[in-house]
């Protein structure tokens, strides 16, 4: 019985991976697959937001170098080039 738990767990978790790292395009035509099959899993399928920070092609900016994707300002740094971290509010 242990067995069969651990087997579940390992199969869902190497789906949940292969979902997570697979190209932006492949879940879209994976997803439009599954909702035309089983239309109530359709909302659980739909691609996270994420940002750029969660993968290469999460942020679906056509820039090669995802210069587009950053919209935080750089932290600043002091003269000696190492950031500055700010304890209290000015």
């Known amino acids: 019985m242990q067995t069969l738990i651990v087997s579940v767990i390992l199969v869902f978790a190497s789906a949940y991976l ?3 790292w ?7 035509t994976i997803s439009g697959w599954i ?9 659980y399928l739909q691609a996270s937001a994420g940002g750029c920070s969660s993968g ?22 002091s003269s000696q080039g190492r950031p500055v971290i700010q304890i209290r509010p000015q």
Not at 56 to 76: F, M, Q, R, Y
């Open 22 to 28: 697979m190209p932006k395009s492949a879940q879209k």
């Open 56 to 77: 290469c092609s999460s942020c679906g900016n056509s820039n090669a170098d995802n210069t587009g994707c950053d919209t935080a300002p750089l932290p600043k740094t």
């Open 18 to 20: 292969a979902w997570r």
């Open 35 to 43: 909702a035309r099959r089983a239309p109530a899993l359709s909302p």
